[in-house]
């Protein structure tokens, strides 16, 4: 807009200053060659820093082979032979919308920095965890909470209109499969866009606990100065972290904590018996993204062969469900599912 602006200006000061000594027709001509100069430039710079967010995004996607048509047109086949698909999906579909993961082979976080996330035995037990948690999860939430779905998110959005997909659950805490509003999607292990206390029955968006956190911290800025992790936090320095704020539960003034299955919790039971009820009604199992190393997601994997429903997985390389796969294809979430015909 400010590129604009200022080409309107040159163009009302060259208005101005040549209408005296040029015909109105000439001076239209060079106007509006201006004014395509400006419309030119203002299209490179959208472009480049659309080219520039695709490839920041794209960095943590694993190394991965192009799939060949002839894959593409097979996996197809055995799809349309299922036409009810229970889909499980894990954070390799949103590594194109730039949420990292914690697992892939050279840009996973675990591989990048060896870093293991908070447990949730370490969140309520330790004040000092609980303060580092939310100071980088604070400071990481303008980004997070601003990434979109991509073309994978898309495509099952469109496969649940049109009841392809019988059901979707996801392993990821982003709210993209939400946002992409396909229809219900069972959060596995919940969602970073809630949060909820601890000791009673507060809860509130994630959204309205930042604005909280903004007033408790004035002097803390909410910027992300690195590379951002899969629950949505940054890395910050001690003397960051040492000052922050964590406000109490208005309620009860209790603890507040994410939405989330942190590690070394379980996933609630009756979440638990709502996806074995949606594994059970389907005609197969489509696993997407995910290595499957949490048992949380394997375990529908193996009920799956229990119940005889095929497994079919689409993930960039090895995963724990491999030897029960029917179908497995290596391949890049985002570029296979927009080009399947279902």
Same mark, same amino acid.
């Given at each position: 807009?400010?590129?604009?602006?200022?080409?309107?200006?040159?163009?009302?000061?060259?208005?101005?200053?040549?209408?005296?000594?040029?015909? !109105?027709?000439?001076?239209?001509?060079?106007?509006?060659?201006?004014?395509?100069?400006?419309?030119?430039?203002?299209?490179?710079?959208?472009?480049?820093?659309?080219?520039?967010?695709?490839?920041?995004?794209?960095?943590?996607? %694993?190394?991965?082979?192009?799939?060949?048509?002839?894959?593409?047109?097979?996996?197809? =086949?055995?799809?349309?032979?299922?036409?009810?698909?229970?889909?499980?999906?894990?954070?390799?579909?949103?590594?194109?919308?730039?949420?990292?993961?914690?697992?892939?082979?050279?840009?996973?976080?675990?591989?990048?920095?060896?870093? @293991?996330?908070?447990?949730?035995?370490?969140?309520?037990?330790?004040?000092?965890?609980?303060?580092?948690?939310?100071?980088?999860?604070?400071?990481?939430?303008?980004?997070?909470?601003?990434?979109?779905?991509?073309?994978?998110?898309?495509?099952?959005?469109?496969?649940?209109?049109?009841?392809?997909?019988?059901?979707?659950?996801?392993?990821?805490?982003?709210?993209?499969?939400?946002?992409?509003?396909?229809?219900?999607?069972?959060?596995?292990?919940?969602?970073?866009?809630?949060?909820?206390?601890?000791?009673?029955?507060?809860?509130?968006?994630?959204?309205?606990?930042?604005?909280?956190?903004?007033?408790?911290?004035?002097?803390?800025?909410?910027?992300?100065?690195?590379?951002?992790?899969?629950? !949505?936090?940054?890395?910050?320095?001690?003397?960051?972290?040492?000052?922050?704020?964590?406000?109490?539960? %208005?309620?009860?003034?209790?603890?507040?904590?994410?939405?989330?299955?942190?590690?070394?919790?379980?996933?609630?039971?009756?979440?638990?018996?709502?996806?074995?009820?949606?594994?059970?009604?389907?005609?197969?199992?489509?696993?997407?993204?995910?290595?499957?190393?949490?048992?949380?997601?394997?375990?529908?994997?193996?009920?799956?062969?229990?119940?005889? =429903? %095929?497994?079919?997985?689409?993930?960039?390389?090895?995963?724990? !469900?491999?030897?029960?796969?029917?179908?497995?294809?290596?391949? @890049?979430? !985002?570029?296979?599912?927009?080009?399947?015909?279902?």
């Amino acid at each position: 807009m400010a590129a604009w602006n200022n080409c309107g200006m040159m163009c009302a000061s060259l208005k101005a200053s040549h209408w005296s000594i040029r015909t !109105g027709n000439c001076l239209n001509i060079h106007l509006q060659h201006l004014r395509n100069y400006c419309v030119t430039s203002l299209l490179r710079r959208h472009s480049a820093a659309t080219n520039a967010a695709a490839a920041e995004a794209i960095t943590f996607v %694993p190394r991965h082979q192009d799939t060949s048509t002839t894959e593409l047109a097979e996996f197809e =086949r055995v799809l349309r032979r299922f036409p009810r698909l229970a889909v499980i999906t894990g954070a390799g579909i949103s590594t194109e919308s730039g949420v990292p993961d914690y697992r892939s082979a050279e840009v996973g976080l675990y591989a990048r920095r060896g870093h @293991r996330p908070i447990t949730y035995q370490e969140f309520v037990s330790s004040e000092p965890a609980r303060r580092r948690y939310w100071a980088r999860n604070f400071a990481g939430w303008p980004r997070f909470s601003s990434v979109q779905p991509n073309a994978a998110h898309h495509a099952l959005a469109d496969w649940q209109r049109r009841g392809r997909c019988s059901s979707l659950v996801t392993q990821n805490v982003d709210g993209l499969h939400s946002a992409a509003a396909g229809g219900e999607v069972t959060e596995l292990h919940g969602s970073a866009h809630r949060v909820r206390c601890l000791g009673c029955d507060f809860a509130q968006s994630r959204h309205q606990l930042q604005r909280v956190l903004e007033r408790a911290n004035p002097q803390f800025a909410a910027e992300a100065p690195a590379a951002l992790r899969p629950d !949505g936090d940054v890395e910050l320095d001690q003397d960051q972290v040492s000052r922050f704020v964590v406000p109490p539960c %208005p309620d009860c003034g209790g603890l507040l904590m994410p939405d989330i299955v942190f590690f070394g919790d379980s996933v609630p039971r009756a979440r638990v018996d709502s996806v074995r009820q949606a594994v059970a009604d389907a005609d197969a199992l489509l696993v997407v993204g995910s290595s499957l190393h949490v048992y949380s997601a394997y375990r529908h994997v193996l009920q799956a062969v229990e119940l005889d =429903r %095929p497994v079919l997985i689409l993930n960039i390389g090895p995963t724990r !469900g491999d030897k029960h796969a029917f179908y497995k294809l290596d391949g @890049r979430a !985002g570029l296979v599912l927009p080009r399947l015909r279902l």
